[in-house]
């Protein structure tokens, strides 16, 4: 079993950057895929970034292509998204989750384990 904590939520102005970490207990995490989701009030949950068990590879949603990176350090057991030139659509809840597999997975029904999620707002 696998637990996720995120952490680096906070407010920002647009244009601004956050790092969030996604901590995971357990001592093979480096087995599991990894996926960035965020959740706006009245809206679907949708993934915004995902990492394979390696960090050989990675997918980005088009929204946040060229402004977010994905990665992790397996040793330290954590996945990071940074998050560059943000804007106000922006605002959301940022969960991190986790499954085994070997390859990157972009909808929520394909993850087992979830954090508790950590809000970012990004002031206009």
């Known amino acids: 079993q696998v637990q996720l904590v995120e952490s680096g939520g906070g407010l920002v102005q647009a244009g601004g950057s956050l790092r969030l970490s996604c901590a995971a207990s357990?001592?093979?995490?480096?087995?599991?895929?990894v996926g960035w989701f965020r959740q706006a009030p009245g809206k679907e949950r949708e993934c915004v970034a995902a990492?394979?068990?390696?960090?050989?590879?990675?997918y980005y949603a088009d929204s946040v292509k060229g402004r977010f990176t994905v990665s992790r350090d397996n040793a330290k057991n954590t996945v990071y998204l940074r998050m560059n030139s943000l804007k106000p659509e922006d605002t959301a809840v940022y969960y991190c989750?986790?499954?085994?597999?070997?390859?990157?997975?972009?909808?929520?029904?394909?993850?087992?384990?979830w954090g508790q999620g950590t809000q970012v707002t990004v002031s206009s």
């Open positions: 357990g001592r093979t995490f480096s087995r599991y895929a």
């Open positions: 990492i394979t068990w390696s960090g050989g590879s990675t």
């Open positions: 989750a986790a499954r085994e597999g070997v390859g990157t997975y972009s909808y929520p029904a394909q993850y087992i384990y």
